[in-house]
């Protein structure tokens, strides 16, 4: 499973906030590492700067000098719905009614062709659904008066015809803005920056808190599902959108088991903490008999401490991970995976030779890693391997924003635990309950997606109409040489 994006936006009146935009989307690198880029303004141009690779690959020092200004919004991205490519990468940007208009989007729209289609996009010119949104907004700026407003109405009469999964910032010259899908699957939070001028305050939104840590912005509040903010010289303005009224939220549940830093706040419970809990309550459902635990780095670890301080089985580190190897990487073919776990990870195997090891990990998809990490292990010494998981078994797609494969290649979702165990080849193979799961994290009252777990998605998706939706982005994004379309203001 792949990440799908980050967000971060600054408005900081008496700084210049390329370098803290750089500094919050380096904190965000985990959530997409394909492409990165920021817009920022002076407050009277939009600069766009974006291109594939790493955040740290695609601005440096000069660049960032290159970037005046006190409002910014920026992105990391993993693609889902589009290609890997430049012009995919965001910020997206259009002029409109005399003004600039730039959008960075986490989630994934289950209505994009619908919105082609009726507001006469053709195949061809839209490559991604954040590209058909900022379009939305530049055709609805385009109707109006000019006036200091546009963005704001625009945004409040586009975004409750949207359907999915959305946390976006956008901005215009002067102001930034936020908002949230009515179910909240993808996190956005909102800190206060201290400024040097004048007492003035800043405000900062960002996918996940360790966002706003690393620019020395403290956390005020999530945004909430179904809430718009808009920032400017006069503070935050809260705008709710009349869809959200009644909806349940639906907090996407693999941030707390794998997609989030593990510092991050969500819900106001530390992840980490959830993940050691998770270790917990697998070895309370899911005992065996062993002589060591072991993680797989990163994500698997916490669970794993937490699963040996339940057991009392000594926590030991079996398999060490190359720093140097992002935490996804593009590896379509099986056997690219497979070459590309040897990459990952090495066994140490003074630790695990004759062992009973129980080997806890976040999630099973295809299951073609975790076989190649199951035979590293064997071939290392191990003498028995119990595969823990601390999640329950992946059954169906994602829609709202996470690549997953389609249901035909997840593992779950055509064999039963023991069939997973022997084409693993583990001795033992359990899964974390939903219950223990949603105990574990310790949020009252529910408030999450667990779709991929239960079948049961929050918003209603026909599976027909889904995969016309990934024909029309394919298509739509194999159409490259027609598009026309003019980035204003992009370098
Ligand atoms: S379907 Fe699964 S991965 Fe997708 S948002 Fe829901 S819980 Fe998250």
Known sequence: MKEACGVFAVFAPGRAVAQLTFDGLYSLQHRGQESAGMA?????????????????????????????????????RYSTAGE???RNAQPVFRSAGGMGIALAHNG???NTSDLAEDNGMLPGVLTTDSDLVVELLATAVGRMFPGSNMLKEAMVEVLPRLEGAYSFVAMDESRIFGARDPHGFRPLCLGVLPVDKGGEVGYVLASETPALDVVGARFIR?????????IDESGVRSIRLPVAMGQEPHLCIFEFVY????????YGTEVHGARRRMGEYLAAELPVRADMVMGVPDSGVPAAEGYSKASGIPYGQG???????GRTFIAPQQEARVAGVRRKFNPLRESILGKRLVVVDDSIVRGTTTKAMVKMLREGGAEEIHLRISSPPFRWPCYFGIDTPDKSEL??????????ADYLGVDSLAYLSLEGLQKAIGVPGGGFCTACLTGEYPIPVEETALRREAVLAHSISSQRN??????VGSI
């Open 108 to 110: 994934n729209l289950t």
């Open 40 to 76: 920022v303004s002076d407050g009277e141009l939009i600069t766009v700067v974006k291109d594939m690779g790493l955040v740290s690959s695609v601005f440096d020092e000069r660049t960032i000098e290159c970037l005046p200004g006190n409002l910014a919004i920026g992105h990391t």
């Open 84 to 86: 890997s490519t430049w």
């Open 482 to 487: 027609t598009i026309v379309v003019d980035h």
């Open 259 to 266: 997609f989030a830093r593990p510092d991050s706040m969500l």
């Open 319 to 325: 398999l060490v991970k190359n720093r140097y190897i």
């Open 411 to 420: 593992l779950a979702a055509s064999m039963s635990v023991d069939e997973i």
């Open 222 to 230: 999530e945004i909430e599902p179904g809430e718009m903010v808009v």
